[in-house]
Every structure is written in C-alpha cells, then in structure tokens.
C-alpha cells in the first residue's frame, strides 16, 4: 500500500499549473504567486504542510476556486492573558467581495482526531477576530486533514456552519455538528454525503491509525464524561450500548443499503436528534436479539440504548457522528498495528468504568502474569503441533472480557510471532496455521471457536461483547447469564457450542460436568449474593449448592468445566486458604485438582477500589483415575479414623469419665488383662490392674487419634494422663464434616492428612510484595514488580527505518539552517550601513537561532552515532544477539528503556530460562504441567 504522502507529491508534480508543488526527499514546498502568502513557505516542516499543499491544489485544479481568492498563513492579534498572541489560519477561501467562505485549519492525519480540542481556539477565536478587525463576514469554518482511502487521498472535514454558531458553547450544545465531510466546488453549500454500504467513495472507513482512534478516544472522553452530573458507569455503559448499535448495523447492511448509524442531511438541515434517537434505538434492539442472544421480547421491549434523562441527545449525536464513519468490522487491525480499536475501548473501560462492590477488574499485568504463568503459549503450540487445534478456553465470570482478550493476544503474539519457529515443518501444520492465524487482518479469528466466557451483568456482558469483536471477533462465545446456571442454559443459533455439553460424572456425586476446556481463567466475584434463579439452580446442579460464597460455587464450577488434565488459574480471597468456613471447599480443591502454585499478591493489587487480600491459584483437574486413587485412600484412612475415634470416645468415658465397663465393647474384647481380676476392682484403680501390654496398646491408638498434638514429652504420660490434657481436641477429632456426601462420616482434616502423605507433592509457593503499580484515584503510579520483567530490547528491529529517520531529521534541520542564513543575508543586506534597533534585534535573534540549529545538528548526528553503534553490539541482521536474550545487560534495558532508542521499546514479558530473577521464572521452571 502506498503512503498518502508520496501520493500526494506523485499527484502535485503531473499539475502543470504549479499551484503547489513539494519534495519529500528535499524537504521544499513552494506555492504559486498568485496565491497571497502572508508568510513564505518554503521548507517542508511537517505532514501538516503536505495536507496543505494537497487542499490548495485541490481547491483551484479540482473544485474551480481562484488562486487570487486563496490566502494562507493570515495572522490575527489574540489576546491571552495578561499579552496578545499571534496565531496564524492556514487558508482561507474568500468569496467575490472579500468575505471568508472557507475558514481552514489544516491537520496531519495524526494529529486530526488528537487536536480536535483546539477547534475553539484555533477556528472559533480566529475568525472572531478575523471579522472584528476586517469587518468580513465569516461562512463556514473548516477543520481539515487528507484521507488515505483504497490507494487514493480524500477529504476528511469538520464544516461548521459559523452564522448559525457563532460560538464554540453554541456549537457544543447542539452535539458538535458538522454539516459535511468534504469540501464542495465553487462556492456551493457544504451538503453530507450518506454513507452506503460497498459504495467506492461513500463506505465506511478502513484504515485507521492509532493517532487518530486514540485522539477520538480522548475527545469522547473530554465530551461525555466533562461536565459532571451522571456518574462514570452511566456514561460507559450508554456508550457501550451505541458501539454495540454502530456493530449491529455493519452486520446487517447489504451492499447498496444505506447505513443507519450516522447523521442525516435534508437539503440545508441536519436531522432531529429525536429521528436518530429512534433509528439507533431500533437498531440496538436488533442487537440484544442477534448479537447478545438476548430471547426475551420483553426485555428487548423495555430496554433503550441510553437513559435519556442521564444522557442527553446531544452527546448521542456527538458520539454517532464521531464513530459513524469508521468500520468497527473491517478497520480491527490498520496501517501501523493490531488492535487499534481493541485498544480504543481498552481505554474507554479503563478510563471511563467505575469499578464497585463485585465488579473489580483484574489488572492488566496481573492477568498477563497469570496467563504465562500457566504456560498458555506453549499449551497453544502443543495442541497445534499435536492435535492441529488450540486449547479452548473460559471464564465463566468474565466481566468485562480483560482475561479472554489478553488470552486472545497472548496466543496471536506467541504462536503467530515470537515462537513460531516452534511449530512443526509439515504441510498440515502449516495448513492449520493459516486457518487459524491469516490474513493479518483477521488473525484473531481462531478466537471464535476456542474462547468462551459469560457474565451476568448485562452491562458488563455487553461490553464483554463488544470488546471481544473489537479485539478480533473472538465474541460468539460470550454469553450474557450467570456463569453457575447448569448448561442447558448456554444455548446459541450457531455450532460448535461446547459449553451446553453436559454428562453426569459418577466420581462428582453424578451430578453433570462438562469436561470440554482446556484452560479457566477467572477473577470470580466475592461473597456477593446470586441472582433468584441461579440460587433454585445451583442447590440440584453443585455438591455444594447450599453454601453462601460465590467464589467457592466458582471454584466447582471450574471442575465442571475442565477436561481431565485442564488447567486453573484465578484470583481468590485469601479466606479461601486459611478460614474454618472454606475448610470444604480447600478439600475440594485436593480432591479433584492437583494444586500447583499458590503466589500471594500484595494488599495493594485492587486498591483503591478494595484492600481484600488476594493469592493467584494454579491447579490442574485430576484424571479419573487419579481422583480414583485419592477416594481409595479416603476410604482406607476413613475406616481407619472411625477405628480410632469409636475406641478413644470409650478410652475417655471409662478413664476420665468412669464409666463401667461393658464386655460388649470392641477395645474392652481386645484387651489381654483378665477381665474377671479387672472387674474385681474398682473403676479408679483399672489403669493399675491393665496390664503394660494393654496399656501401650491404647496410649499407641491414643497418639496416632491425636496425632498432630502429640509432643515428646507425652510419652511419659499414661492414657488417661494423655486423655486429659487433649479432651477439647479430641472433641474436635471426633466429629465428621457436615458434607458427608462428599466427605463421608469422617473428620475430613484428619483422614486429608494422611492422604496427603500418601499422595505428597511440591507446590511453588510464592509471594510478591510488588507488582509493577500502585493505583489512587487520581491515577496510577509505577513500581518495582516481583512478578515478572518487561523486554524493552526488541527481539526484531528495523536498523534502516531508524537511521532513515535520523537522516531525515538532519535534512530538515539543515534546510531550516540554510533558511535562516539566506534570511539574516537579507537582513544584513537591509541594515547595509543605515542600522535601525528592529533590523538590529531581528539580525540578533537570527544569529542565535543559526547557533541553536547548528547544536541540534550535532547533537542529532552524534545519536545518530551512538544509536549505530547500540544496535551493531546487541543486534545483528536485526535480530536481538541470543546471549542477550535474557535482558540481563543493564546497558542494553536502559537505551531502550528511558534512552535514545526508547520510541522502539518491547512491553512485552520477558521469557528466561537461565536467569531465573522473577516469580514468573521461577514459576515457568519449578512447575510442571502434565
């Protein structure tokens, strides 16, 4: 594809006119006399005078407007402060007697979205004065950048009609209109082109820059959430609901159709606010039925896209006509990287959610952490080397998606990029690979098989919805319903559907199971209370149905999903871990998973949203045979506990309590001592009459009941001296866990810790004081991070495109030097002798401006050096030298990290397998995943 500028100068050069004329490699531009030049451009400074240059060819060659009615560079005297400015419009487009008709600020590509901000000052203001001081009549002013559409450059305009809004304020209340997008001929009224589906000139928009969509990220932000009055979730779900709108319509239109999202113009007038309230309304009612698999008609009847009394029209016609031209849909992936619009509404979530009890967001960095730390990236590669698939993976509670989206470029990223060398040569893995993986565009597309997610929170599942298609279209899968309903209820139009498989699994009590997934990565909700029908659900689909804390139904319900072998990896309360109330639930845990690693986070990690206490949870289920194995050995230390806790209650009742003795009991059949000589004496004096061999007998049950509560010093205790001193923990020993229908009629943590001797193994322990953040409410601040390391040295670099731009950069400095010359040459001619103080004061500041350039030059060309240099020791064929791919060298992290090659810095984790520095390399080491 080619680049719009060398479009635009290919375009320039073929006009025989010379209106304007540039040359990217000299950096020059030059215009026609005829047009009135208040100041001589010459050097190329910037893509802003490119997209000028390109305006004023076309408005003479194209839309038959006269050179002699074109002035650029006109300057205005602005007062600011306690001073006056002087800033200068970059073209107007007069009419017959003199008045502006186009008033033009011209903007790079870039920069259009991002300084959109300062349309009031640099349009509104200026054309104030422009009429106050020269008594014209201002039409129409026009914020304006060039297009690159399908190898061609069009317009792309803000027309604002300025004798209807004469004020900036004025222009904001009526949800910033703009009356057209291009720039019409020979004085003709600005009229808006609709936009139509497959249509050449008039589709919507495919190529997207990351300036751009961020810059309309910020201004979205700056309009909808500035002003105060409706609090931050208000506004992001109002919004979410409308790029769900703008979504729906790019489905359904067929080529020929005119879009429904956008703004209608009649003749001269632009639309009521009210007819696009009901258009988008309509449309967004289609997309609770087809897009979130939404059934209820009454639901779809009394839900609206916006709460009109919350948010006004004015911001839903701002937000339509700022989306209305980008495809959703076709513009995922663009002209400098993947995800522009995934990232868009990364933004708008983090920036514009607010985060309340049950809906806290799991961090960025902490997600990445846990997704490396189950070895997602080689579990990916394994499948597909192996099976020619990919791991299916879900989180029944996936708010507002974070986990599946980082899944999803995690995958991309690692199989796709960095390890692709890992997958086998033959021609069926190369065949799958472009299946899943290509075109570029579409290179999350294997996301709509293997991802799976749901979320109760309708607004929440909504924008788990949209921003699964805005990240590649990973959403099919997504379902708006409590991730604990039984999976009957997972039900959509199309296949596969893996989540409402369900079997009944005789070893889980025959309750169903689903078995399908390979990986469950979640943040559950804590401790919040479920919904009506979930609670009339769970009591017939969970074992433990009854209990209150949600995050323990979360934690069978990931055993439901998981297919033997699959892997866990979620954030939990600490209380899980360590409180009486979870005890059942952590048995759980060993029963039918294996625990890997356990990394405690710091109290900080949720702050300041909440201060709960939080570990990360590595496990994977068992097999069937495995959890085989663990119910053998319950029941063998099972029948050995009920042994021991029938014969110590006795022991205690007849040597504290003194009870009679009874024959019919079994420890009394066992004794040796002649129980005709025992019944003889009295009950007090027994423990003298057994005989030593009865009584190490029961003092050896005695300690192997008690157990973990023996000391040393009570071997020198008899029975009844031991039965004494530990009443209360037998006690405590002696009863059975409430949930016998998982546990059986015995002390679980008893007959658990002798299985766990049995069934021994290492879990990686760990526990991080830092985790790369510290967030207030008045934002976030970095810090040091115990979970892992970032690259900041690429793998991969462009060596050329970099000394390319160092060698333009110099150019432009050179040319602007050889301009200041040429003028203080002038100058110096003017004073020849007659010197006057503002000749003399111009000469001056010339000369220094001479020596300031001429110090950019040098310094310019000695990081030009330096930077050669930096990239000959640590790279060679623009490859990262494998000796330094560890990032252990200080020097190496520190130009790329905050030095003269920190534009090209890595955010990407770093992967050791030598220098084990973090938790993640300790962790990616120690465990193993079967």
């Known amino acids: 594809m080619k680049d719009w500028k060398a479009i635009i100068e290919q375009k320039l050069h073929k006009q025989k006119n010379g209106i304007a004329k540039i040359s990217i490699d000299k950096l020059t531009v030059q215009y026609s006399e005829k047009v009135s030049q208040r100041r001589i451009c010459k050097v190329l400074t910037g893509d802003e005078e490119i997209v000028r240059a390109f305006l004023i060819d076309r408005l003479v060659n194209e839309l038959d407007y006269k050179p002699e009615n074109i002035e650029i560079e006109k300057e205005y005297s602005v007062k600011a402060g306690h001073g006056k400015l002087t800033p200068r419009i970059d073209i107007i487009v007069k009419d017959e007697k003199g008045n502006p008709f186009f008033f033009i600020e011209a903007k790079a590509p870039d920069k259009f979205e991002k300084d959109k901000e300062e349309i009031e000052g640099q349009l509104f203001s200026l054309a104030q004065a422009e009429e106050k001081d020269h008594k014209t009549k201002v039409k129409y002013l026009v914020y304006y950048t060039a297009d690159l559409q399908d190898e061609g450059v069009l317009d792309k305009a803000i027309i604002i009609d300025f004798e209807k809004y004469r004020t900036y304020t004025e222009w ?33 928009r495919t190529k997207i820059n990351r300036e751009e969509i961020e810059g309309l990220g910020r201004n979205l932000h700056n309009v909808l959430w500035g002003g105060g009055g409706t609090n931050d979730s208000e506004i992001f779900y109002s919004l979410v609901n409308i790029i769900l709108a703008k979504i729906q319509d790019e489905y359904e239109k067929e080529d020929g159709q005119e879009y429904d999202f956008q703004i209608y113009q009649y003749g001269s007038h632009i639309e009521a606010a009210e007819k696009v309230y009901e258009r988008i309304n309509k449309l967004y009612k289609r997309a609770l039925k087809e897009q979130l698999n939404v059934s209820e008609q009454q639901k779809i009847d009394d839900d609206n896209i916006i709460n009109r009394n919350k948010f006004p029209l004015n911001k839903l016609i701002y937000t339509v006509q700022s989306l209305e031209n980008f495809s959703f849909l076709e513009g995922r992936s663009s002209l400098d990287g993947k995800d522009i619009l995934g990232d868009f509404f990364e933004s708008i979530t983090r920036d514009g959610f607010k985060q309340n009890k049950g809906q806290f967001f799991t961090p960025t ?76 565009y579409a290179e999350n597309k294997w996301a709509r098989e293997y991802l799976y997610g749901s979320e109760i929170n309708f607004d929440l599942g909504t924008a788990s919805k949209v921003n ?15 991730g604990l309903l039984p999976f009957r209820f997972y039900v959509k139009e199309t296949s596969p559907n893996y989540l409402e498989t369900a079997t009944p699994e005789t070893l889980y009590n025959d309750k169903d199971v689903n078995a399908k997934f390979d990986v469950a990565i979640s943040n559950p909700p804590f401790s919040v209370d479920l919904d009506t029908q979930t609670q009339r659900e769970v009591k017939n689909a969970f074992v433990f149905g009854d209990k209150k804390n949600s995050e323990n139904l979360f934690i069978e319900r990931y055993f439901q999903l998981l297919k033997e072998g699959g892997r866990l990896g979620v954030v939990l309360p600490e209380s899980v871990y360590d409180t009486t109330e979870n005890k059942y639930i952590r048995l759980f845990l060993f029963k039918y998973f294996n625990v890997k690693a356990i990394v405690s986070l710091p109290q900080l990690t949720f702050e300041p949203f909440t201060s709960t206490k939080t570990s990360l949870l590595f496990a994977q289920k068992k097999t069937k045979k495995q959890v085989k194995e663990w119910n053998e050995l319950w029941d063998k230390h099972g029948k050995e506990w009920s042994k021991l806790k029938t014969r110590v209650v006795r022991y205690f009742d007849y040597f504290v309590n003194g009870a009679k003795l009874s024959k019919k009991y079994v420890w009394v059949k066992e004794l040796t001592t002649d129980l005709k000589k025992l019944s ?14 009865d009584l190490d007998h029961i003092k050896t049950n005695i300690i192997r009941f008690l157990k973990d509560y023996i000391t040393p010093d009570d071997e020198a205790l008899n029975p009844k001296e031991i039965l ?32 766990a001797k049995e069934l021994d193994y290492d879990i990686f322990m760990a ?29 991969n670099i462009e060596t050329n495109q970099i000394l390319e731009g160092y060698d333009r950069d110099i150019r432009i400095l050179k040319e602007q030097l050889a301009e200041f010359k040429t003028e203080l040459k002038a100058v110096n001619k003017k004073i020849d002798g007659k010197e006057t103080e503002g000749l003399k004061k111009k000469a001056e500041k010339l000369n220094a401006d001479i020596e300031v350039q001429n110090t950019r030059i040098k310094q310019t060309e000695t990081e030009k050096t330096q930077v050669i240099e930096i990239l000959k020791k640590y790279y060679e064929s623009d490859e990262l030298k494998p000796e330094f791919a560890e990032r252990t060298d200080r020097e190496l992290i520190s130009h790329f990290k905050n030095g003269v090659l920190s534009r090209y810095k890595s955010d990407d984790i770093v992967l050791r397998t030598s220098e084990l520095l973090t938790i993640l390399d300790n962790i990616r080491k120690d465990v193993i995943w079967e």
């Open 767 to 795: 526990e991080a004081e830092n985790v790369g953040y510290k967030r207030t409410k008045r934002g976030e601040n970095p810090m040091p991070n115990d979970l892992y390391d970032i690259e900041y040295a690429p793998n």
């Open 724 to 755: 004494t001193k530990y009443s209360e923990e037998i006690d405590s020993l002696s009863k059975f866990e409430k949930e016998t229908n998982v546990f059986g009629f015995y002390n679980a943590w008893w007959v658990f810790g002798e299985v």
């Open 680 to 693: 003889e004496k009295e009950d007090k004096e027994a423990v003298d009459v057994i005989n030593k061999k």
């Open 468 to 482: 699964m298609i805005l990240h590649g279209d990973g959403s099919t899968n997504i379902f708006v319903k409590d």
């Open 172 to 204: 904001e209340n009526d949800g910033f209109i703009s009356i057209a997008t291009e720039i019409t001929a020979g004085y003709g009224e600005p009229k808006k082109q609709p936009l139509i589906k497959g249509d050449e000139k008039h589709d919507l």
């Open 365 to 440: 960095p902490i997600v990445n952490f846990l997704l490396y730390a189950l070895q997602l990236d080689k579990l990916a590669i394994d499948r597909l080397n192996k099976d020619r698939e990919l791991p299916l993976i879900i989180d029944p509670s996936a708010g507002s998606g974070t986990y599946l989206v980082e899944a999803m470029k995690l995958i991309t990223k690692e199989v796709k990029y960095k390890q692709k060398q890992k997958l086998k040569s033959s021609r069926q893995i190369k065949q799958r690979f472009e299946e899943l993986f290509t075109p570029d």
